[in-house]
C-alpha cells in the first residue's frame, strides 16, 4: 500500500469509513507484525502490540505526511515499549511450531534462529526495510542513528546472516 494509498485510507477513515480501516489492516497488518516480531521475538505479544496499533489507529487516525513511515514508527515504538516493560527477554513465552520436516520449514527455521542471533538494532534494521519497505534514511530517521550507521548496521547483518545460513 503507497503513501497516497494509506493517505486516503486515513481520510476517509477519519471521516468513518470502516472499509477504510479493514483495507489498511489487510495490507498493513502483515509486514507491520513481522517487524514487531522480529523485535519481540515473542508471537503472543507481537500480536497483543499489532492490536494496539490498530486500535489506537482506529480511534485517531492521525494526519500525517509520510503515513507507512509513521505506522512503522508506532510499531516499532510500542514494540520497544513493551519490551522495555518486561523484567527480562525472554523466550520463554515463545511457542515452537511443531516439528514438520520439510525443506521449507526447516528453511524458514533457520533463518528465524540466524534473525534472533542478531542484535535489536540490526534486527530492526533488517526487518524495517526488508519487510516494511522503508528507505534507509527513513529508518535511520526512525532509530535515531546516521544514515551511514544504518547502512553499516544492514550490511553488518546481512553478512552475519549469509555466515549463519551458508552450508
Not at 503513501?3 to 497488518?29: C, K, N, V, W
Not at 516480531?37 to 507481537?46: G, P, V
Not at 520497544?80 to 516493560?85: A, F, G, P, S, V
Not at 530492526?124 to 529508518?139: A, D, P, T, Y
Amino acid at each position: 500500500m503507497t503513501d497516497a494509498e494509506l493517505l486516503a485510507g486515513l481520510d476517509a477513515l477519519r471521516q468513518g469509513d470502516r472499509t477504510a480501516f479493514e483495507r489498511i489492516y489487510q495490507e498493513m497488518s502483515t509486514p507491520l507484525f513481522t517487524v514487531i516480531l522480529r523485535i519481540l521475538r515473542d508471537r503472543n505479544l507481537a500480536e497483543d502490540v499489532l492490536q494496539e496499533l490498530f486500535v489506537k489507529l482506529f480511534r485517531s487516525p492521525p494526519s500525517v505526511r509520510k503515513p507507512r513511515a509513521y505506522l512503522f514508527q508506532s510499531a516499532r515504538n510500542l514494540a520497544i515499549d513493551t519490551l522495555r516493560r518486561r523484567p527480562e527477554e525472554s523466550e520463554l513465552n515463545e511457542r515452537t511450531p511443531a516439528p514438520d520436516h520439510t525443506e521449507a520449514q526447516a528453511e524458514r527455521l533457520d533463518l528465524r534462529a540466524a534473525l534472533d542471533a542478531l542484535p535489536l538494532a540490526e534486527r530492526q534494521i533488517v526487518s524495517l526495510h526488508i519487510n516494511g519497505g522503508l528507505k534507509f534514511r527513513e529508518i535511520a530517521a526512525m532509530m535515531g542513528l546516521p544514515l551511514g550507521t544504518a547502512l553499516w548496521k544492514y550490511q553488518k547483518a546481512l553478512n552475519a546472516l549469509r555466515a549463519a545460513l551458508s552450508p
